[in-house]
């Protein structure tokens, strides 16, 4: 059984709707990432789960309740803020502490409690601190110490990572994954950083102007999106025009015009492709190749990257540059090949 | 040269400040019936004659009354009203805002006038809640600077954290907005009780026969002798005045150290 399950859940602030008919399940212990440029929606959507908007329409249910109007301080979710709101009159401890006042724990009890909590996100002996006294990443452990001591069935996190330096969010990545994996907790995580997403999650929603695009594991988003906002969010992808003739048994033909008459196992087109469509052929920078023979090209620019390096190739009868993703390139012009196994066929619109 | 020339001004402007109130003290503590140099020795028999007066103690406690009532009232309101205006998109804020503080630019003699004739229309009597009603116009709008100030400061994702934390919304104000609002509370406190302590024109149009302070001391001075006698309860005001301030950005300066925002 799900866990918790969104039904149908708009929500406007007067203007044009800012979630826009969302479902979503999540299972229990799941690492679930809501994945999606500024201002699609996510934090929207977030808020909604925690309590502190309420849907224009649908329905929110955890574990098997429903939630939909319930006020957030008797959900069973906890959030950490995308500013992390540690309270600056207390200091870490009872920052931490905070939400276990209903227990009404005996002292030392209480004491056992916040310090395990203390030593699980690294912050021991830092109790006393105050919170000006904290640096960023300090900061993000109170705000996900704080959330996880009232052991909630969802932790609800606001990009948690976005204000931390490149080093110390990758270093935070990794933690965070080890926490999760650690307490069991349902984590849903809001992220607009696709490699953050894709190495953190067990399964990823991606999010386009209030809408949920796909939900699929890191895996098959990158290698099967099915549509053309999804290929483009996760990663670089070339895109060229074709005509779907015929799907034939497990394999489809197409008309990809500069690129000939090409064969694809048909489990590559997204669904409801039909023959005759006008559809998109997509295929990743890392599968396109130099080679012998092929479609002749031109290097337009070089970004060395180290082992590999990236490339942009332009290709007669075509505006945008092709994106290469390998090794040197031979002198002079150089002709690009692929195999047509690694080709995506997409719907061109919706 | 420059440099003197701006000092010279500098004394001169704090002389031009000060001067006139520290004569207050001293003339306080001169012992003759005239305000008038030279000095005619040392004496305490003015603060002694201040302990005897006890038409003076009925008019001290009556402002006490009305400036405590009208200062805890004031903030209450001015709280109120500066959390809705921070915390929520209204409708109708920015004029709500521009009404309440409109008393501040009508001049006194005009409300007290206004209240006075209101107060007959609608038949009530002239008392010390009458005052208390005209301070609150003057009041309101102090307190509510001096709070929304602090709100605007106020990541509003602390309340909503605590109510994340499983706390309702009074244990909230309880826990995270009152500690946090507490210096300019007290800031408004001290401001709308010195404001509604001093203030003179609406008191004495609405206080009928209950004197505050100020309407007993200008009673006074129509007896030239007990003057010096005033004097000496001025210099205690006074002395007291800037105990208040001081307290004040103390308590101001004491938030001003913690930031307010959660990040
Ligand atoms: N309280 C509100 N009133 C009016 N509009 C709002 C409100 N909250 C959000 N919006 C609008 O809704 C849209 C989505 O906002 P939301 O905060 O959910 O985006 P987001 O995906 O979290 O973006 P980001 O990555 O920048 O945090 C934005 O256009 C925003 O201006
Ligand atoms: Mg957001």
Redesign the pocket.
Known sequence: MNFLTITNVSKS???PP??NDVSLDVARGEFFALL????????????MIAGF?TPDSGAIRIDGEDMTMVPPHLRPTNMVF?SYAIFPHLNVFDNIAYGLRKLKLPKDALRAKVEAMLATVRLEGLGKRGADQLSGGQRQRVALARALMREPKILLL??PLGALDKRLREAMQVELRAIQRKVGITFLL?T?DQEEALSLSDRVAV?HQ?HILQVADPRSLYERPNCREVADFIGEINFFHATLREIAGASATVNAGLLGILTLPAANLAPGLKPGDHILLAIRPEHVRFADAGVVGEIAAATFLGARSHFHVKIAGRSEPVFVSGGAPPQGPVHLAFSPDRLIGLPTAG | MKNKTLLLYAFAYLAFLYVPVLVLPVFSFNDSQFIAFPLSGFTTRWYAGLLADSALQHALGNSLKVGVVTALLSTLLGLTAARAVTRY?LRGTGAALGFISLPLFIPDIVLGLSLLMLLGAVGLPLSLAGVVLGHLLVCVPFALIVLIARFEGFDKNLEEASADLGEDGWMTFWRVTFPLMLPGIAASLLLTFITSFDEFLVAYFLSGTEATLPIYIWGQLRFPGRLPMVLALGAIILGASVALVVLAEYVRNLGVKKPMVGA
Do not use: I, N, P, Y
């Open positions: 602030f007067g203007g800012v979630v999606g440029a500024s201002g699609c929606g996510k934090t929207t959507l977030l808020r908007e995308q606001d990009e809001v607009h999010m209030g | 998109r």
